[in-house]
C-alpha cells in the first residue's frame, strides 16, 4: 500500500486571506500566495515516497460568490509550482455532501484511487474540519495554528506552526516505522497522554500508582474511564495498589471490566517478597489479560512464564532500566528472557524503565516485543537520527548562549 500526505489548501498550501479573524480563499490568481518554502518542503515529502493529495472545501462556488473557472485556474497555478498528484476540491455548500470535511469522503474515494493505507497518512490543515476530516479517515492530523477566531479542532492531533515543521514531524516519525518494537507511552497525565495518542507509532500505554500519585489524581475509576473514552483502540494497562491477595484479585477483577484493551498490572509478589504467581495463573486462566510488572531476575520471568501458559494474553514487564542502574548490562538478560517466555507465546516481554533512547533500539534489536518509555523521553525522539556535527554545534552554540547570559567576565 501507498502512504499519502493530505493537505488542506488555503492556509497551508498557500496563505489565506484574513478578515476580521476568519480565513477566506484567495478570489483569483490575483491574491493568490504560495507559502514560502512550500515547494522544498513538499518535494522532501516526494522523495520520501508519499503521495500529495489536496483536499479542499470551496463552497463559495455553491453561494455564487466565486466562479469554478476561478478555482481551477488556481488549482492550475498550484500544480505548476507545487510537486502535487491531485487536487480534490468540494464546491457545495453545507454538511450534506460526502466529499466536504469534516467528513472523509474525498480522503477514503483518494485513498481507493491511489491504494493508500490510510492509517500509514497524514493529514495537514489548518481549520478544525481538516483535522476532523483526517481524523475520520484514519490518518494522523496535524493542526496547522494560524491563530483565527474560530473553535480549535478536538484532539488527539499534532498542533505545529508552518508546513515546514509539520513535514519535519512526519519525516522524524517515518523514522521509526521500520522498528519491530512496539512503543507503549508511560504516564498518567491525560493531556500527555492525549500527545502520545496522536504518534502513529505510540502502539499502547501502561501507568502506574507512582505515576498517579504524582499526577494529582485521586478517582482512580474516573480516571480510568476517562481515558478509556479517549483512547479505545490501544491496550493500556492499569495496576491493583493492594498488598494482599484477595484484594489484588477482588481489584485486578474489576479493572479487567473497564474495557476490552484493559491489561491489569499485577507486581511479581508482595511488599512481603510472597510471590504472585498463583495469582497471576488464576487470573490468567481465568481470561483475565495481566500485565505481571517489577521484574528483575531471571528466575522470575520463568516462574511468570509457568503461570502464563495457555493462558490469556499477556505482557511481563522486565525493569530493564533499573537493572542498569546497578551497574549491570540489561541486554543479555532481556535476551535470556526472551528465551524463557517461550512456552508461554500469548505473553509479550517489555522492556520497562528505559533510560535513553538507545534502549528503543536495543530492545528492537534482540526482537523484545514492546517497550514502555515516559512522554518527557519520548519528547526526545525528534533526535533520532539527527547529524552529530549539527548536534555538536548546537550544544557549542547553547554553551555560548548561556555563558553570556550568566554575564560571566574574567
Known sequence: MNRAVFLDRDGVLNEAVVRDGKPYPPASIDEL?????????????????FRLIVITNQPDVARGTQTRDAVEAIHERLRAALPLDE?????????????RKPRPG?????????GLDLRASYMIGDRWRDVEGGQRAGCTSFFLDRGYDERAPAPPYLRVESLDAAVQRILEMERLTDLRVKIFADGADKAGILEMYALPYIRGFTTNPTLMQKAGLTDYRGFAGDILAAVPDRPISFEVFADEFDEMERQAREIATWGPN????VPVTNTRR????????????????VNVTALMTLDQVRDVATALTGGAPACVSVF???IADTGRDPVPLMTEALTLLRPAPGAELIWASPRELLNIFQADAIGCPIIT???DLLRKLPLVGKDLADY??????????DGRAAGFTL
Open 274 to 289: 510472597e510471590p504472585a504467581y498463583d495469582l497471576v495463573r488464576r487470573l490468567s486462566h481465568d481470561g483475565v489479560k
Open 87 to 99: 487536487i480534490v476540491a468540494c464546491y457545495h455548500d453545507g454538511d450534506g455532501c460526502d466529499c
Open 373 to 375: 518509555v515516559t512522554n
Open 320 to 322: 530493564a532500566g533499573r
Open 106 to 114: 474525498a480522503l477514503l474515494a483518494a485513498a481507493e484511487r491511489h
Open 392 to 401: 555538536s554545534l548546537e550544544t557549542v552554540q547553547m554553551f555560548h548562549r
Open 33 to 49: 500566495r504560495i507559502v514560502p518554502g512550500a515547494a522544498a518542503a513538499l518535494a522532501r515529502l516526494k522523495a520520501a515516497g
Open 262 to 265: 484493559v491489561y491489569v498490572k
